[in-house]
């Protein structure tokens, strides 16, 4: 229904219409995020013109979110199957590896110059990269999927063995990259803005015109909300989900890319380490509910912004980054105090007038 | 008094146990000294923190919920262990009562988010585990070294355990742990409830079980574990740290897959954590008595060891599933 239809709605209706869309609290949490940045830096709206790069502490906001969005976009999905994937950090280590070790770099002189070249084309580094993560997504996929083991137990055998694989991979050493255009995928520019949120933004559309405009989102929805009625109404459950987590997987492969990029360098042990827990919590925090069924992927982009931009307020407020723990607790607290169904059920009983 | 017997809910716990034998015989053909009463022993003289830790982690796998924060736990009641002798000068009794009471509390804590607020267990203890690892770093970022004279030497002490060799008091403590949690899993209203509710939370709602104090009570335990563990952690390295049990977690629940509970809740053995604990520290030896072999494929050995026992118990639900509806046809 659209709201011109209606003899011009007064200001009270537009408020509640807005109130009750699922996106207000996310977004109300991201702009009181921004205020709050904005208070302690008056220099964080600033946006300057540098060498034909814009430059500023909300495009950098946006930038060190890209992978994080990356994989809180293929998680949702997965989630939205009533799955979750807690191997996307190890996935992440092993793109990054698998990169790190192909592209690697030596030193040639050219022509009289020194030159760094790649050991494989970079093409076909990125390609094999990608591949590798997908193929772990469609393992967790075929255990999850085919196999009918429960999600979390699933993905946890990669997270306790990825990491040792991406360790095998760079044989326990932090491969650095030499090979500058690989880092264009990290730290490169396209028209003023950096080309991770051009991946992240095709990603995005990517995934919407999936949802919105095949049946595919709707039988993720319906695969979610209600497993038994979905294989009824004959969704191939089973073929459903192994995809789901391929393309999760995928996502992480994009989103190690990236990472290994921005730091050019791999390491099996530390890169993106707890990056499945933050991306969990931006799902949750855009309002896609852990039981699965609907899902937004615009609320999942808000809430990896949510996460990164109050990672911002830490860093420029002075206080140790450590305590950045204790305020992310603070804030997941926060949210299922509010998304909580049993509280708000009670303070509307409370609230509401004795009949 | 049932005779144990073979099936679909023990048998992965007796797989196992024969696992981890084969593997100890296979370690002891394969390396000279390997076969001895002391690597045994050390085997739970190294891993004694990790047995209290995954047998409170148990009950809350048995009762259908899931603890992410154990090992931010023990790292935070290393922690506070280390900080309150050497910074605040309190006697050590004092500063183990204050640490256990601290994991009673943050379990009992984590307990009421999932079961007063309606807080999926899987968030609530993610926010548990983000919150107790902050706090190490509030604390310290710095990892804090134990001088106190009366903990170095508890550290070092070792208790004659006859023929075998020696162990540790912590050892002796783990024991006692487990032969409590055993009482209480399978002896105990309270642990028959854990069952009865991670088997199905609305029969037990039904049959009248105190649902919420079971479920309050479950986090409590492992809150509790996970300080002991934390404490025992504290003692053997005589450090407080906030990097201290990094992906604890992981092992712990590895540890209580591998002995045969389910993720699911309603099935699995505190007998079996143990044998999974010692299972997980086996791999360990053996990796480390090889010497060629690098760290990391303990991770690979362990992931590799979870993914064979999840389709294993796939496998025996599928086949007792069949069994019965063959009885029943």
Redesign the interface.
Same mark, same amino acid.
């Given at each position: 229904m659209r709201h011109s239809a209606a003899p011009l709605p007064s200001v009270g209706s537009l408020w509640q219409a807005c109130r009750q869309h699922s996106l207000f609290w996310p977004c109300v949490a991201l702009l009181g995020l921004v205020v709050l940045n904005g208070g302690f830096n008056p220099g964080f709206f600033s946006l300057s013109w540098r060498d034909g790069h814009l430059y500023g502490p909300i495009i950098d906001v946006f930038n060190r979110a890209a992978p994080l969005m990356a994989v809180a976009l293929g998680m949702t999905v997965v989630i939205a199957t009533r799955g979750i994937d807690i191997s996307v950090g190890a996935i992440v280590a092993i793109a990054a590896a698998v990169a790190a070790t192909l592209v690697g770099g030596s030193l040639v002189i050219q022509d009289g110059q020194q030159v760094y070249v790649t050991r494989t084309s970079l093409p076909l580094a990125l390609l094999l990269a990608l591949a590798a993560a997908a193929l772990c997504g469609l393992w967790n996929g075929l255990l999850v999927g085919v196999g009918g083991i429960q999600p979390i137990i699933a993905t946890l055998i990669l997270m306790v063995a990825g990491r040792g694989i991406a360790q095998l991979l760079t044989n326990g050493q932090i491969i650095t990259i030499y090979y500058a255009p690989y880092f264009f995928i990290g730290n490169g520019y396209v028209l003023g803005l950096p080309f991770t949120i051009y991946l992240v933004a095709a990603l995005a559309l990517l995934m919407g015109w999936l949802k919105h405009r095949t049946a595919l989102g709707l039988f993720i929805q319906a695969s979610g909300a209600n497993p038994v009625a979905a294989r009824l109404a004959g969704i191939n459950a089973p073929l459903l989900i192994v995809a789901v987590y391929t393309f999760c997987g995928f996502t992480a492969g994009l989103a190690g890319l990236m990472i290994s990029a921005n730091v050019k360098s791999a390491d099996g042990n530390n890169a993106g380490q707890l990056l499945e827990l933050d991306a969990i919590l931006a799902v949750t925090l855009g309002g896609t509910a852990l039981a699965g069924g609907r899902f937004s992927l615009r609320g999942s982009l808000i809430g990896a912004l949510i996460i990164q931009t109050l990672t911002y307020a830490i860093y420029s407020t002075g206080v140790p980054p450590e305590v950045n723990l204790v305020v992310k607790a603070v804030v997941v607290l926060v949210v299922s105090l509010v998304q909580s169904p049993a509280l708000l059920a009670r303070w509307q009983s409370r609230g509401a007038p004795a009949a | 008094m049932q005779r144990p017997r073979l099936d679909a809910q023990t048998l992965p716990t007796a797989l196992a146990a024969a696992l981890f034998s084969l593997m100890f015989l296979g370690g002891s053909l394969a390396y000279d000294g390997f076969f001895s009463g002391q690597v045994f022993l050390n085997l739970f003289i190294d891993n004694a923190f990790l047995v209290v830790v995954a047998v409170g982690l148990t009950f809350v796998i048995l009762g259908g919920g899931?603890d992410l924060s154990v090992g931010s736990v023990v790292a935070l009641a290393t922690m506070l262990l280390a900080a309150g002798i050497e910074r605040w000068h309190l006697h050590p009794a004092l500063a183990m009562g204050v640490v256990l009471l601290g994991g009673l509390l943050f379990g009992t804590a984590q307990g009421l =988010?999932v079961q %007063? %607020? !309606? %807080?999926?267990p899987?968030? #609530?203890t =993610? #926010?548990?585990?983000? /919150?107790a *690892? $902050? /706090?190490c770093? =509030?604390i310290s @970022?710095d990892s804090i070294a134990i001088h106190d004279p009366r903990l170095a030497t508890l550290s070092q002490t070792r208790l004659s355990a006859g023929a075998l060799g020696e162990v540790s008091p912590s050892v002796l403590v783990a024991a006692g742990v487990v032969v409590a949690a055993a009482w209480a899993a399978h002896r105990s209203d309270w642990g028959r409830a854990v069952y009865a509710l991670g088997g199905n939370e609305r029969s037990a709602l039904l049959m009248g079980l105190p649902v919420a104090r079971t479920r309050v009570g479950m986090y409590a335990v492992s809150g509790l574990c996970s300080a002991l563990g934390g404490l025992l952690f504290g003692v053997y390295t005589l450090s407080g740290y !906030?990097l201290h049990g990094l992906g604890l977690e /992981?092992d712990a @629940? #590895?540890a209580t %897959?591998i002995g045969g509970a389910l /993720?699911?809740g309603g099935v699995g053995y505190v007998v079996g954590t143990v044998i999974g604990v010692l299972t997980l520290g086996v791999i360990q030896s053996l990796i480390m008595f090889d010497g060629s072999l690098?760290?990391?494929?303990? *991770?690979?050995a @362990? $992931?590799?060891l =979870? !993914?064979v026992f999840?389709?294993l118990q *796939?496998a025996m639900n599928w086949w007792h599933r069949r069994h019965q509806s063959q009885r029943s046809a």
């Open positions: - | 899931i =988010l %007063v %607020v !309606g %807080v999926p899987f968030i #609530a =993610l #926010a548990g585990m983000f /919150l *690892r $902050g /706090l770093y =509030l @970022i !906030g /992981l @629940i #590895a %897959v /993720l699911s690098s760290s990391w494929w303990t *991770r690979i @362990i $992931g590799a =979870l !993914g999840c389709m *796939r």
